[in-house]
């Protein structure tokens, strides 16, 4: 999952009468990194077209696309950080400043098809100053990226045990399915956290490090804190974690 780094930004511009979380949620780059990740999944959809029975293939399918329809985890994902954030400003001015723009850019690229393709069987080995180790130590605290990444592992899965009940109705019942995945959060979380500083390295290699250094310092920040709690409550809320595709309202 750490191909699938989630909190990433992008910068662009944008017109005058946004609000303010709509300004940061397009900022963030929530809609484009929404894209690559549909893009992701549509490739793993195709691997599986030729290993899996037709009908259990088709219902994973059926499924997924109505999870993560564009549209609906847009919303979801929007409606979340307007609930999460009070006050979207400060971190709306920290992305659309040089280095906020400089971020964005590096997080998109990582995240780019043909970047995940590239490094499908894991990430370079990045050799890093003592100083550097420690102001990505110091990141790899800030962000949630931990939590973001086990949220998308347990929204794909939880897409598989959605299937698993419609085709054997009763097996996992009464929330089982959901329960079953949020057990699993942990162990996600620590998987993921093995590979933090050196995903971090990688994303971030073109940063100096008194730029890395500016942004632990927003990550720090009780600005910043505010801001990536909200970023991962709207992850959760895009991804509809938790939830049953069926429970998911419809896209109005």
């Given at each position: 999952m750490r191909r699938l780094f989630f909190l990433l930004l992008m910068f662009c511009t944008l017109p005058a009468w946004a609000d303010g979380h709509d300004q940061l949620y397009k900022v963030a780059g929530w809609p484009e990194q929404r894209a690559h990740f549909i893009t992701a999944l549509d490739a793993a959809?195709?691997?599986?077209?030729?290993?899996?029975?037709?009908?259990v293939y088709q219902a994973l399918v059926n499924n997924s696309n109505q999870r993560f329809a564009p549209q609906a985890m847009d919303q979801r994902a929007e409606q979340g950080l307007r609930q999460a954030l009070q006050d979207p400003m400060p971190a709306l001015a920290f992305f659309q400043s040089p280095l906020g723009r400089k971020i964005v850019t590096a997080e998109l690229t990582a995240t780019r098809p043909d970047q995940l393709a590239k490094n499908a069987q894991g990430l370079p080995v990045i050799d890093a100053s003592a100083t550097r180790q420690l102001l990505i130590g110091h990141l790899a605290m800030a962000l949630p990226a931990r939590e973001a990444g086990a949220e998308v592992s347990l929204a794909i899965a939880g897409v598989a045990a959605d299937s698993l009940s419609q085709m054997i109705p009763g097996l996992l019942g009464g929330g089982q399915a959901q329960d079953m995945l949020k057990g699993q959060r942990?162990?996600?979380?620590?998987?993921?956290?093995?590979?933090?500083?050196?995903t971090l390295l990688y994303v971030y290699r073109d940063l100096s490090d008194p730029e890395l250094e500016e942004f632990v310092t927003f990550a720090e920040s009780p600005e910043g804190k505010t801001y990536y709690q909200a970023a991962l409550?709207?992850?959760?809320?895009g991804l509809a974690v938790g939830q049953s595709t069926s429970s998911l309202a419809p896209v109005r």
């Open positions: 959809q195709q691997r599986y077209r030729n290993s899996l029975p037709p009908a942990e162990r996600l979380m620590q998987q993921i956290g093995n590979d933090m500083n050196n409550a709207a992850v959760r809320a």
